[in-house]
């Protein structure tokens, strides 16, 4: 099972960015799909996630201003970042929760994907 992100890149605040993570390999079912964020000297954080059920959470920090959605395969997930903030910098990693007949249901993440907003 391999996640694949795109998207980041160097954005000015105010502006917009989205990521995307598609997820491929022998999986069956995928529950959870979400991005997770790490900034220099800090700790991995939780961004936001989308259940297979469509419900979805977010950080508070970025309430109002990112969306996360799922394709209709729902394999794919994305994060629309909108009036971005020079706190927003960091790596962006997603993370699934995927089922295959060989390990059962397990997280898996994505190489992640730097983000940079100037001020």
């Known amino acids: 099972v391999q996640l694949q992100a795109s998207g980041g890149g160097l954005e000015q605040a105010g502006g917009s960015l989205r990521l995307s993570c598609a997820a491929s390999?022998?999986?069956?079912?995928?529950?959870?799909m979400g991005w997770y964020r790490q900034a220099p000297g800090g700790l991995r954080e939780l961004v936001a996630i989308?259940?297979?059920?469509?419900?979805?959470n977010y950080a508070d920090s970025v309430k109002g201003r990112f969306t996360v959605s799922r394709d209709n395969f729902g394999n794919t997930v994305y994060l629309q970042m909108n009036s971005l903030k020079p706190e927003d910098t960091a790596v962006y990693y997603c993370?699934?929760?995927?089922?295959?007949?060989?390990?059962?249901?397990?997280?898996?993440w994505g190489q992640g994907t730097l983000v940079t907003v100037s001020s």
């Open positions: 390999g022998s999986i069956v079912r995928i529950k959870d």
């Open positions: 993370n699934a929760k995927i089922y295959t007949h060989s390990a059962g249901w397990s997280p898996y």
């Open positions: 989308i259940t297979d059920g469509g419900g979805r």
